[in-house]
């Protein structure tokens, strides 16, 4: 089945760590993006990427890091510069003009 | 600044009761405006895109419209399977591929 899978489903940072979420899709999207959702809050952007080998940072990019050196594929690091990293994180990826369409998210929380 | 403002917070229907959720939004030239479905843990689910003023989408039991500063989705006789977070956002023309998101309105239908 074609779909966006997000991995782990649930993880946990210990103070000082790097930690990285998995983004994958098989849909053959061009674009992909990366959402924080925060009780309360409306989705918001951390950063997205139009194509390979390329990516723009979102409203709330500090903390964070991403690459993409596949199609496929769109990995995001929660730095330790990240001061309050707990939260739901939401992968998407669409064609150009399509609906985004989502993973089913990563819950991140500090030990 | 665009804004995306979703009323109200949360509703509570009996099933077979009819209503409205509200999207007002201010943007600096309308690209889109989307429609989502969010199931407790899960990621958002695409429901529909609108582009311009007087245009209606529906499935099922939903409805959607849209103004110049607003975009309704209304539910004619719920059901409790409907009860989700429902998500309202915008693409402004200017933004690129960026989702400006509202906060949500937390439907629960009741038997």
């Known amino acids: 089945d074609g779909g966006i899978t997000q991995s782990p489903k649930y993880l946990f940072r210990k103070e000082g760590q790097n930690v990285t979420l998995s983004c994958e899709q098989n849909?053959?999207?061009?674009?992909m993006y990366w959402y924080r959702q925060d009780p309360g809050q409306g989705l918001r952007l951390i950063y997205y990427?139009?194509?390979?080998?390329?990516?723009q940072k979102g409203d709330i990019a500090e903390g964070y890091s991403v690459s993409r050196e596949k199609k496929e594929s769109f990995p995001l690091t929660v730095t330790s510069a990240q001061k309050n990293p707990t939260a739901f994180y939401l992968c998407?990826?669409?064609?150009?003009?399509?609906?985004?369409?989502f993973g089913d998210g990563t819950r991140l929380s500090i030990l | 600044e665009d804004q995306v403002t979703q009323s109200p917070e949360a509703l509570r229907l009996q099933e077979g009761e009819s209503s409205s959720l509200n999207c007002s939004y201010t943007?600096?030239?309308?690209?889109?405006l989307f429609w989502y479905r969010q199931d407790p843990g899960k990621g958002p689910e695409f429901l529909f895109t609108?582009?311009?003023a007087g245009e209606e989408k529906e499935k099922e039991r939903l409805k959607a419209t849209l103004t110049k500063k607003e975009s309704f989705l209304h539910i004619t006789a719920p059901k409790p399977e409907d009860s989700a977070t429902y998500l309202c956002?915008?693409?402004?023309?200017?933004?690129?591929?960026?989702?400006?998101f509202g906060k949500g309105t937390s439907l629960l239908v009741t038997p």
């Open positions: 609108l582009y311009s």
């Open positions: 943007v600096s030239g309308l690209r889109g």
């Open positions: 849909l053959n999207h061009d674009a």
């Open positions: 990427s139009q194509i390979v080998n390329d990516f």
């Open positions: 956002a915008v693409q402004a023309a200017d933004s690129g591929y960026a989702l400006n």
């Open positions: 998407a990826s669409n064609l150009h003009n399509q609906p985004q369409h």
